[in-house]
């Protein structure tokens, strides 16, 4: 059974740090395209980051560029999210996903595998 599973979510004060993980279990998942998203209460669910399966190919949305940063371990098949000077409007569950094609898309049709998501709550 293929799962990925975040965690590392949790309350922090604007302008603080968390590091969330995403870790890949039933299948490797070191050529695939790993992303994080995210959904605030009431929005659509959102694009974050992706990181390609070829090293030092990634993607921000321009709302966290400079503030987050994606990397992965194909050894652990993990993917990261280090998101520094955090802000109120960071506030959401995010999740990572997986896809089988070699575009860094922003668009969440396009993955194949989600995680079950991890709760950051960026209070002012």
């Given at each position: 059974?293929?799962?990925?599973?975040?965690?590392?979510?949790?309350?922090?004060?604007?302008?603080?740090?968390?590091?969330?993980?995403?870790?890949?279990?039933?299948?490797?998942?070191?050529?695939?395209?790993?992303?994080?998203?995210?959904?605030?209460?009431?929005?659509?669910?959102?694009?974050?980051?992706?990181?390609?399966?070829?090293?030092?190919?990634?993607?921000?949305?321009?709302?966290?560029?400079?503030?987050?940063?994606?990397?992965?371990?194909?050894?652990?098949?993990?993917?990261?999210?280090?998101?520094?000077?955090?802000?109120?409007?960071?506030?959401?569950?995010?999740?990572?996903?997986?896809?089988?094609r070699t575009?860094?898309?922003?668009?969440?049709?396009?993955?194949?595998?989600?995680?079950?998501?991890?709760?950051?709550?960026?209070?002012?």
């Amino acid at each position: 059974q293929v799962q990925l599973v975040e965690s590392g979510g949790g309350l922090v004060q604007a302008g603080g740090s968390l590091r969330l993980s995403c870790a890949g279990s039933g299948r490797t998942f070191s050529s695939y395209v790993m992303a994080w998203f995210r959904q605030a209460p009431g929005k659509e669910r959102e694009f974050v980051a992706a990181i390609s399966w070829r090293p030092g190919i990634t993607r921000y949305a321009d709302s966290v560029k400079g503030r987050f940063t994606i990397s992965r371990d194909n050894a652990k098949n993990t993917i990261y999210l280090q998101m520094n000077s955090l802000k109120p409007d960071d506030t959401a569950i995010y999740y990572c996903a997986a896809n089988r094609r070699t575009a860094l898309s922003d668009y969440p049709g396009e993955y194949d595998y989600w995680g079950q998501g991890t709760q950051v709550t960026v209070s002012s």
